[in-house]
């Protein structure tokens, strides 16, 4: 028994897959490329939604890393006003003990 075949499988042939293929046209959910010969080429389709899924889960990073980049901007922009505020007290409270105080 070969290993390839017990780990993965056996490939279905192409000849019983044909009318699922062209129900899948039909309702136009997966593309199957053609190759020269006019023949079906399903290793195209697998590389193809390989790298539609490769495409969305770096888009998807992409999206994430721009909302981490833009919280962080924020929680910091929040620091500054806080630290400014705090900064503003103190500088009122040592006017005031200069004035009053002494």
Do not use: C, S, T
């Amino acid at each position: 028994m070969d290993p390839l075949k017990m780990a993965h499988g056996v490939k279905k042939p192409l000849e019983h897959k044909i009318d699922k293929i062209k129900d899948l046209y039909n309702n136009q959910k997966r593309y199957y490329p053609v190759d020269k010969a006019g023949d079906i080429d399903e290793w195209g389709a697998v590389e193809k939604h390989r790298m539609e899924v490769f495409q969305r889960e770096e888009d998807d990073k992409r999206i994430k890393a721009a909302i981490n980049k833009k919280e962080y901007a924020n929680e910091l922009e929040r620091e500054i006003a806080h630290k400014k505020q705090i900064d503003a007290l103190e500088r009122g409270n040592k006017e005031y003990d200069r004035k009053y105080m002494f």
